[in-house]
């Protein structure tokens, strides 16, 4: 009833000027005053000061980060599992495969392109982390929220402008290596699923098959990595054969 409520809520500070919100989030980790610790007060437990404290600004950071970037996330994902063909499900449920075992051989092994997409968009994003510690700490205290991007922007404005440009070329490089890392994964052979069979029915194994992607090297950034086609959603990186056997009427399903 409410989905649409929620897919808003948590997609909203995707779209939320980042200055904004890093701002409420400085007034929420102050250590006298902010509703974070003011909470943990309530059940006695003392708050650390968040922002002040080597020890603890760059969890900080980190938890509002994350929260922040939640949302892309989560439509990608839900991008994906809507995408996973529910006839596999209800082939696996004929043969005996509980909703734990679906998942982990039906949605999971379709769901690994969307994994690594998110991983390889997450980590490129935490190394241009940059306005963060920026608008709430300037890097400090004792320097222990100075990111890549941060150090090489001091450095241009201390006038190191070659070590900067250096830098600025090795975090594309960075950026590159995370991508082609990422994309061409070497494939494997379908491994067949062992143990016991669900009661009832035949053995029900989902090999999946990743392929690696051709010709990337040329285009290391600009290549797209997902694209949506016929319908469906198919990762680029690589194709997932998914191959249901053992059916009560004896036939394959290859999606």
Do not use: C
């Not at 054969?241 to 999606?255: A, E, F, K, M, R």
């Amino acid at each position: 009833k409410f989905r649409s409520a929620f897919r808003l809520g948590f997609y909203t500070p995707v779209v939320t000027s980042i200055v904004a919100v890093a701002v409420v989030w400085q007034f929420l980790l102050q250590a006298d005053f902010g509703l974070i610790n003011t909470a943990l007060g309530w059940f006695g437990i003392p708050g650390p000061n968040w922002l002040g404290d080597p020890n603890w600004s760059m969890p900080a950071l980190i938890m509002m980060a994350s929260w922040r970037n939640f949302g892309t996330s989560m439509i990608i994902f839900l991008a994906g599992l809507q995408a996973v063909p529910w006839v596999l499900h209800e082939a696996a449920a004929i043969d005996g495969a509980n909703a734990w075992k679906r998942f982990r051989h039906i949605t999971l092994p379709l769901l690994r392109p969307i994994i690594l997409f998110v991983s390889v968009i997450t980590m490129i994003g935490y190394l241009q982390f940059f306005e963060e510690p920026f608008v709430m700490t300037n890097g400090g205290p004792l320097d222990s929220t100075i990111s890549m991007s941060m150090y090489t922007y001091k450095q241009f404005g201390f006038g190191n402008y070659g070590y900067a440009a250096a830098l600025s070329y090795l975090i594309f490089v960075v950026i590159a290596v995370v991508l082609r890392s990422g994309m061409l994964r070497p494939g494997r052979a379908p491994v067949p699923i062992t143990g016991k069979p669900f009661a009832g029915a035949p053995f029900v194994r989902y090999p999946v098959t990743p392929r690696p992607l051709t010709g990337f090297a040329t285009q290391p950034i600009l290549h797209p990595f997902m694209a949506f086609e016929g319908g469906g959603l198919h990762g680029n990186a690589y194709n997932s054969d998914v191959h249901v056997t053992g059916g009560p009427l004896g036939n394959d399903l290859t999606v």
